[in-house]
């Protein structure tokens, strides 16, 4: 049974929260003294995750994508919790690709997760934020800030939430809403080390000034801090939380010491 809540206890929404960057996110709100919605479409990983987080946190099953879901959730979570002061848009989807056998299904399966679940579960929540003047942190990616191949589909729904974070702070900002946008370089997850090769691991480090992958507490400490008051003057913001990869384009493994 979830622990019982403090009126001026805060509340954060976590979508994608079953695995990765989400749980532990999560995880770091916990810790920080907030309750979490824990939410994902991944029913059995939820219920596992839940379970790992402890009374603090609820479980939602919904998919992000779905617009009578969405609000059915919200509801659900205002109904559990009275209140919401966070929102971390994190739930995405990674499908990789050529260009040419990208078709529109491929590009919808991205875009309808990554950001129409973005537009949905902001807009179900912007009159909870208003409320209690929170934070709106969107999870988008370095793929949103510089190409690549084999990401036409999932690099321009990050960019696409790159640009809605901007509306979102400059429209919402007058009620005390803050939005902001992370955007996480190579992170070392069980699934990025299951599929990169050691070549791949080699190219990244080459790239990045700190020579290696973050790690999923790292992405998480950055996010936690811009819902938190340490970042009440900050909004609007696309923050690259990657190593210094974005800043440096191709890595020069030649030059390296």
């Not at 479409?41 to 603090?56: V, Y």
Request: net charge neutral; hydrophobic share 45%.
């Amino acid at each position: 049974m979830p622990a019982k809540q403090s009126k001026s206890q805060k509340v954060a929404l976590v979508t994608g929260a079953a695995r990765g960057i989400g749980l532990a996110t999560a995880r770091l709100f916990i810790e920080e003294g907030w309750l979490v919605a824990a939410l994902d479409r991944d029913a059995d990983a939820l219920q596992k995750a839940a379970a790992d987080l402890g009374q603090a946190a609820s479980a939602f099953v919904c998919d992000v994508s779905d617009p009578g879901a969405v609000d059915r959730t919200v509801a659900d979570v205002l109904s559990r919790f009275g209140r919401i002061d966070a929102l971390v848009n994190n739930a995405g989807v990674a499908d990789f690709g050529p260009i040419e056998q990208t078709d529109f299904a491929r590009w919808r399966r991205v875009m309808e997760t990554n950001l129409d679940g973005v537009f949905l579960m902001s807009q179900a929540v912007t009159p909870a934020l208003k409320d209690t003047k929170g934070a709106l942190v969107n999870i988008a990616s370095i793929s949103g800030l510089r190409a690549s191949t084999l990401r036409v589909a999932y690099g321009t729904s990050k960019a696409a939430v790159i640009q809605l974070t901007k509306q979102q702070a400059a429209e919402l900002g007058e009620y005390g809403i803050r939005a902001n946008c992370v955007c996480p370089g190579p992170v070392r997850t069980k699934l990025a080390m299951a599929v990169h090769t050691q070549d791949i691991i080699d190219a990244y480090h080459d790239a990045i000034p700190l020579n290696r992958y973050g790690t999923e507490r790292e992405i998480a400490e950055v996010i936690v801090f811009l819902c938190s008051e340490k970042a009440s003057y900050v909004t609007g913001q696309v923050i690259a939380s990657d190593g210094g990869f974005e800043s440096t384009g191709v890595g020069l493994p030649a030059l390296r010491k």
